[in-house]
């Protein structure tokens, strides 16, 4: 039971992590971006080819999968810069189906559908998996304790105040003297390679990377993390993630209790729960559990 919770957490780290690169590109920019997993495993591939094929370092494995993401983002703000809405949500959609496919079908990179294995982890097989865990879950939240104050300090300076006023109305923004493109940009690059950096833990973590692992659901998590613990919001992120993860595991053992149901009705008892849940939290509090606070100057 011990390791079950300690790879929650785990598990919930990466989420924060990944709830936070979202924040800086919809949360602050506004822009949808719903091929979060897309740069997820970009991340990943990055950072366990090039430990186990040109056996880099794993920190500085970790740092290319970041690298990689973000180079990813900036092509992809480029491509997205004039589309708003429902567009934009659909071809970042499109972007993760596509690294999805391309890691299912370029064999001699991937190594297809049979996914790339045994990815180095730190001191694995020098300690016992329940030390190695714990490892990893003190890299992880100290990874999203750098990523918490990095995306803190990025939403209070000047650049921040310029993504809300773009996520506001970009035209006026632009009327103002700011160059949009070249904001978005930068907002695409750094949410991306956030998530890349999750992407790299996440494949050092669990030793093995497939195309399937990077399902579009992933992506719907993390959206639903960051609304429900408030968008804008940087402690919103972590928290989000911590409710969302505390949901979908937290339910596994309720419907398990219940007596006289089928594995079948389970599992759909379990999605009930959840989606009640999330709609009940976004009915009482749509501002999320966190709410957005911007600091304004107090009039003399």
Same mark, same amino acid.
């Given at each position: 039971?011990? !390791?079950?919770? #300690? ?14 690169? =979202? ?18 495993? #970009?991340?990943?591939?990055? !950072?366990?080819?090039?430990? &186990? ?46 690294? /999805?496919? %391309? ?20 001191? /694995?097989?020098?300690? &016992? ?24 300090? %990025?939403?209070? !300076? ?8 773009? /996520? ?54 993390? %959206? ?26 937290? &339910? /596994? ?18 999605? !009930?729960?959840?989606? =009640?849940?999330?709609?009940?939290? =976004? ?18």
């Amino acid at each position: 039971m011990e !390791s079950y919770l #300690v790879a929650m957490l785990v598990f919930a780290g990466l989420y924060a992590l990944m709830a936070l690169g =979202l924040n800086v590109i919809w949360g602050l920019a506004g822009m949808v971006n719903l091929g979060l997993v897309g740069f997820f495993a #970009v991340g990943a591939y990055a !950072s366990a080819l090039l430990t &186990t094929k040109q056996f880099w370092p794993m920190p500085l494995g970790w740092a290319a999968g970041a690298a990689v993401a973000a180079a990813a983002g900036a092509v992809m703000a480029v491509i997205v810069a004039r589309l708003r809405g429902d567009y934009l949500a659909i071809v970042t959609l499109g972007f993760a189906e596509v690294i /999805r496919l %391309v890691a299912s079908n370029e064999i001699w990179l991937t190594n297809g559908t049979d996914g790339i294995s045994g990815i180095p982890g730190p001191w /694995r097989g020098a300690v &016992t998996p329940q030390q190695f865990n714990l490892i990893f879950l003190g890299i992880v939240w100290a990874a999203v304790a750098l990523a918490f104050l990095l995306c803190a300090r %990025v939403s209070h !300076s000047p650049f921040g105040r310029v993504l809300r006023a773009v /996520r506001e109305d970009q035209d006026v923004a632009a009327v103002a003297g700011k160059p949009v493109l070249w904001f978005k940009v930068r907002a695409f690059c750094l949410g991306a390679a956030v998530v890349g950096f999750a992407g790299a833990l996440y494949a050092h973590y669990n030793a093995y990377i497939a195309p399937d692992g990077f399902a579009p659901l992933l992506t719907i998590y993390i %959206v639903l993390a960051l609304t429900a613990g408030g968008v804008g919001a940087m402690r919103g992120a972590i928290i989000g993630a911590l409710v969302v993860v505390l949901l979908l595991e937290g &339910t /596994r053992f309720l419907a398990q209790a219940i007596p006289g149901v089928t594995p079948v009705q389970k599992a759909a008892l379990r999605e !009930s729960i959840i989606a =009640l849940s999330l709609i009940l939290l =976004l009915r009482f509090r749509p501002q999320g559990l966190i709410p957005e606070r911007t600091r304004t100057k107090a009039r003399p």
